[in-house]
């Protein structure tokens, strides 16, 4: 028995959206992630392709820093040199906050010299297996002077990039945002501006005068919870790990009596 002509056609469009992306742009398979190990810091360059969103001198679409949770990228220490990453880039959050160095030679309005961007975003459409999709401002730092909008209308280029640790402004302090929707039974936390690897892949919290450390869960993109029935009044110090294995502990950083959709600052040399 012959199949009828609109099941032909579901068949059809089912593997067209497997070969596809949602807006028409053939689907890549994604590169190895690229970790913080050693040989992830050498000076080994990798090949990857870069477009650019938002303003062209802007740090993307109203500076929210997208799939991370970050808020206000266009601002210090991030200063719009930021980018969305594809998968093994982004790694499902994982990759938020580290930093990578580019550079292009081609086409003629591209210095050559490497810039440095810090992962802020996901790239839900890569057009390679390594994809950054920079902030306008980013894109157009691999430029000459005065070149960056001609570079800009090459709207995409072959770059080469590898990563790098991040290194921050001397003065820059870690910063501990309690997201909005943080209440006495539920703390959402992000964690960033870090040195180093930049990224964080562990969370534990503990309320002040007690030995036990909770671990907090990953939520989405660069936002760490926990949920219990028991009051979280504080004042809470937090230690958080880097995908390298680095373990930091910062006593106290969140107070007693800490507010949502507050920032809370590390002090002394973290």
């Known amino acids: 028995k012959m199949a009828s002509s609109s099941s032909v056609l579901l068949v059809a469009a089912v593997l067209a959206a497997v070969v596809w992306g949602a807006h028409g742009i053939p689907k890549v398979p994604p590169g190895p992630n690229i970790t913080a190990s050693p040989a992830s810091y050498g000076n080994k360059w990798l090949d990857a392709k870069t477009t650019w969103y938002g303003k062209p001198t802007g740090a993307g679409p109203k500076d929210n820093g997208g799939a991370c949770g970050y808020k206000e990228v266009d601002k210090a220490p991030f200063h719009g040199m930021t980018s969305c990453g594809n998968i093994p880039i982004f790694k499902d959050g994982r990759g938020c906050g580290s930093c990578f160095e580019l550079k292009c030679t081609k086409p003629e309005a591209c ?28 894109f157009g730092s691999m430029a000459k002077k005065g070149e960056e909008q001609k570079l800009r209308d090459a709207g995409e280029v072959e770059i080469k990039f590898r990563r790098v640790k991040c290194k921050y402004p001397p003065g820059t302090k870690v910063n501990f945002h309690v997201e909005k929707s943080s209440n006495e039974n539920y703390l959402a936390l992000v964690i960033k501006f870090l040195q180093g690897d930049g990224d964080v892949v562990g969370v534990d919290i503990k309320q002040k005068g007690e030995d036990k450390w909770t671990e907090l869960n990953e939520s989405w993109g660069a936002v760490w919870r926990i949920d219990t029935p028991h009051k979280l009044i504080g004042p809470f110090s937090v230690r958080y790990t880097t995908e ?11 107070p007693k009596g800490w507010k949502p959709d507050t920032s809370y600052e590390a002090k002394g040399g973290y």
Do not use: Q, R
Request: no cysteine.
């Open 244 to 254: 390298g294995g680095t373990k930091t502990t910062v006593d106290d950083v969140i």
């Open 111 to 138: 210095s050559g010299k490497p810039t440095i961007v810090t992962i802020t975003d996901k790239n839900e459409e890569p057009i390679a297996p390594y994809h950054f999709d920079l902030s306008g401002h980013a």
